[in-house]
C-alpha cells in the first residue's frame, strides 16, 4: 500500500528558513513526481509545484516561484519543501501528493505556523 | 492560467438527495480534470480522474461527467460521510489549479 508520511507541526518566526518532508512507501520513488499543495485553514487548495525523483527536475507555479525549493533524496525515499526566509503569509498546512496524472495519495499535511 | 469555477459554494441536503456539483473551466481542458473530497482535518482524497473514471475504492454513487470547459459531480444519494467539500482539479495546462471548492453542508 503507498503510504507518504509528512514530518510534524512547525512553529517559526518571520525570516527563520525552514525545510519540511515527506517520506513515501510502497512504490518505487522514481517513478512518480511529488506535488506539494497549500492550503491556508478555512482557505481551498494551491498547486505549489512539483518534483521529479527521477532526476530532481522541478516546476513551481508562479505564485511560488523563488521563494521556495523542491528537492529529494532517493536514499531516504523523502521529498523535501524548503523555504530560506519565510513570511507570516507561509501559515498554512502544506500536503505532499504522489503525482501520477492526478495527486493520490496525500500525505496527512504539515502544519506550518510563522508568527513573530 | 486556466481558472476553475465552482457552483454553488455551499450546498445544503438532507441524506438520500441527490448533490450535483458544477465546475466551469475558463479554457477548455479537454477531459483532463479530476474531483477531490476533503473532511474537516483530513487530506483530500482522489474521486474522479480523467473526468468521468472513479478512483480506487469509491463508491458507484460517485459518477462525473463533462469534457472542454463544463464539469459535473453528482452522488446520487447522499450518505452521512458525503457531506465534506469538493474541490475540482486540471491538469489542462502546465500550470496546474484547483478551483475554489464546494462544501456540502447537512440540512
Known amino acids: 500500500e503507498v503510504h507518504l508520511v509528512q514530518s510534524g507541526a512547525e512553529v517559526k518566526k518571520p525570516g527563520e528558513s525552514l525545510r519540511i518532508s515527506c517520506k513515501v512507501s510502497?512504490?518505487?520513488?522514481?517513478?512518480?513526481?511529488i506535488t506539494w499543495v497549500r492550503q491556508v485553514p478555512g482557505r481551498g487548495l494551491e498547486w505549489m509545484g512539483r518534483?521529479?525523483?527521477?532526476?530532481?527536475?522541478?516546476t513551481y507555479s508562479p505564485s511560488f516561484e523563488g521563494h521556495i525549493t523542491m528537492s529529494v533524496d532517493t536514499s531516504i525515499n523523502t521529498a523535501y519543501l524548503q523555504w530560506r526566509s519565510l513570511k507570516a503569509s507561509d501559515t498554512a498546512i502544506y500536503y505532499c501528493?504522489?503525482?501520477?496524472?492526478?495527486?493520490?495519495?496525500w500525505g496527512q499535511g504539515t502544519l506550518v505556523t510563522v508568527s513573530s | 492560467e486556466i481558472v476553475l469555477t465552482q457552483s454553488p459554494a455551499t450546498l445544503s441536503l438532507s441524506p438520500g438527495e441527490r448533490a450535483t456539483l458544477s465546475c466551469r473551466a475558463s479554457?477548455?481542458?479537454?477531459?483532463?480534470l479530476a474531483w477531490y473530497q476533503q473532511k474537516p482535518g483530513q487530506s483530500p482524497r482522489l474521486l474522479i480522474y480523467?473526468?468521468?473514471e472513479r478512483a480506487s475504492g469509491i463508491p458507484a454513487r460517485f459518477s462525473g461527467s463533462g469534457s472542454g470547459t463544463d464539469f459535473t459531480l453528482t452522488i446520487s444519494s447522499l450518505e452521512p460521510e458525503d457531506f465534506a467539500t469538493y474541490y475540482c482539479?486540471?491538469?489542462?495546462?502546465?500550470?496546474?489549479?484547483f478551483g475554489g471548492g464546494t462544501k456540502v453542508e447537512i440540512k
Open positions: 501528493a504522489r503525482h501520477l496524472h492526478w495527486f493520490d495519495p
Open positions: 510502497g512504490y518505487t520513488f522514481s517513478n512518480s513526481w
Open positions: 518534483v521529479d525523483p527521477y532526476d530532481s527536475d522541478t
Open positions: 479554457q477548455s481542458v479537454s477531459t483532463f
Open positions: 480523467d473526468a468521468s
Open positions: 482539479q486540471q491538469r489542462g495546462d502546465w500550470l496546474l489549479t
